[in-house]
């Protein structure tokens, strides 16, 4: 397998680009090597620039869950494109999408579109403080919640990764009302209410996806919603990753949790940059322009991206794919343990739905610091044999694996082979 145009163009990228990159989780920092530059993709397979053909588990990092180039979806944003690209101002296919999100979540009344997920948290995080009258907000160590300086602090596997402890150009003043607690941790969250009732919400992936995949244990969603309810706290839902991924109605309904403010991202847009923030009536009140809470956006609902949206919410409401998810992602787990097994690997594998991914550890992995103890450098030779087998991951230890509902029995077996290849590598080292 030759990478020779990509090794061109990563050269030439790192003029005018950093690190070649417009987003550091796309280097390869933590596996080495440069990266790959992508040409096309379609259904389940991924092209380099080389014309290596890859089955694709990046998916974009989540977004394109029915796979790549849908017609559907394709459909529908030529369809959008041939009568303009952007108005600033309302068309009806926002108000279609946001009838689709609102009915999926139980407690979102009204939502508001923006352009990232970065965006729709740090919105949703503006809100939570609008709406109880408070500063301080609780986030978890190894969660990730985008690049708003208020929450760039023990963040998880872009972060993890590069090995920074939060990052420079964060002035103190920006975290000074960001509180830590540990993920499946009621009293780390506890502690923190003790001497201050200055804390407006929780924030929290409702299943970790940026340590790698961390599942809440037992009842710690359910307990700590009761608590803040009994502090007046709010829960602010962080599904950007989860929406539409474990479930229609994201990881609340399949947890049975309902948060008071949800955000969301990546699946929403299917592909397209669409974030937003939605919750129940009295507290959506609180937005300009009903209410005082300032947030806007130029491009914001953006029609292309709407009538993508739209188009991929649907087909995934019809498809119904999360049984098949929930089977393809137990079968792939099985082939990582019982591979691991055969070649006297240590790997933990933790799973959701269609988010999973390996931890090269023999400790159970329930928090952030668990997902540490992981053998990175093991992990980097695995990247590279899958790669070399024709599997596209994530290129990092802490980031999940996405599931499309394209995969076909042949992708699996393509998976398996290169598993069985890559886990070999790992025991030679
Ligand atoms: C990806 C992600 C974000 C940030 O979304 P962007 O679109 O990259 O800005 C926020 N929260 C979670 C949980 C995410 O996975």
Not at 207 to 213: D, F, K, L, R
């Amino acid at each position: 397998m030759k990478f020779n145009k990509s090794e061109k163009l990563y050269k030439k990228g790192l003029k005018n680009l950093v690190g070649a990159v417009n987003s550091p989780v796309r280097a390869f920092s933590s596996v080495g090597g440069n990266p790959l530059f992508i040409k096309k993709a379609k259904g389940t397979k991924i092209t380099d620039v080389d014309g290596n053909e890859y089955v694709d588990l990046v998916l974009s990092y989540g977004p394109m869950i029915l796979g790549h180039r849908h017609k559907k979806v394709e459909k529908a944003a030529k369809k959008a494109l041939k009568n303009g690209y952007s108005f600033g101002a309302s068309t009806e296919a926002e108000i279609k999408l946001a009838k689709i999100v609102c009915d999926a979540f139980p407690n979102m009344d009204k939502v508001r579109f923006v352009n990232s997920g970065t965006e729709a948290v740090l919105s949703g995080i503006r809100l939570a403080r609008a709406y109880t009258g408070k500063d301080k907000i609780i986030k978890f160590s190894g969660c990730y919640h985008g690049h708003q300086d208020a929450l760039l602090v023990a963040a998880g596997s872009g972060l993890a990764t590069l090995s920074l402890p939060g990052s420079k150009g964060v002035p103190e003043g920006a975290v000074k009302n960001t509180l830590i607690a540990e993920y499946n941790n009621l009293e780390s969250v506890k502690k923190h209410f003790e001497n201050d009732d200055n804390i407006a919400a929780v924030i929290i992936e409702p299943i970790g996806g940026n340590m790698g995949v961390v599942i809440p244990q037992n009842n710690f969603l359910k307990e700590l919603k009761d608590f803040l309810e009994s502090k007046g706290a709010l829960l602010i839902a962080d599904e950007v990753m989860t929406g539409f991924r474990s479930k229609f109605g994201g990881a609340q309904e399949l947890l049975g949790v309902t948060a008071d403010i949800t955000c969301l991202g990546k699946v929403i847009g299917g592909g397209f940059p669409v974030g937003a923030y939605g919750a129940r009536e009295e507290i959506m009140q609180e937005v300009a322009p009903l209410g005082g809470m300032y947030q806007a956006g130029t491009l914001s609902g953006n029609p292309i991206a709407m009538a993508g949206g739209i188009a991929t919410l649907t087909e995934l409401k019809k498809q119904n794919p999360y049984e098949k998810f929930e089977e393809i992602g137990a079968i792939l787990e099985v082939i990582l343990l019982e591979t691991a097994k055969k070649y006297n690997v240590d790997l933990v594998v933790n799973r959701f739905g269609s988010m999973l991914n390996p931890f090269f550890t023999n400790v159970e992995v329930t928090n952030f610091e668990q997902a540490q103890t992981s053998d990175t450098q093991k992990f980097a030779v695995f990247f590279w044999e899958m790669i070399k087998n024709g599997v596209f991951l994530p290129p990092s230890q802490f980031e999940a694996w996405f599931l499309s509902s394209a995969l076909s029995d042949k992708d699996i077996q393509k998976i398996a082979n290169a598993v069985d290849k890559a886990m070999y590598k790992v025991s030679t080292i």
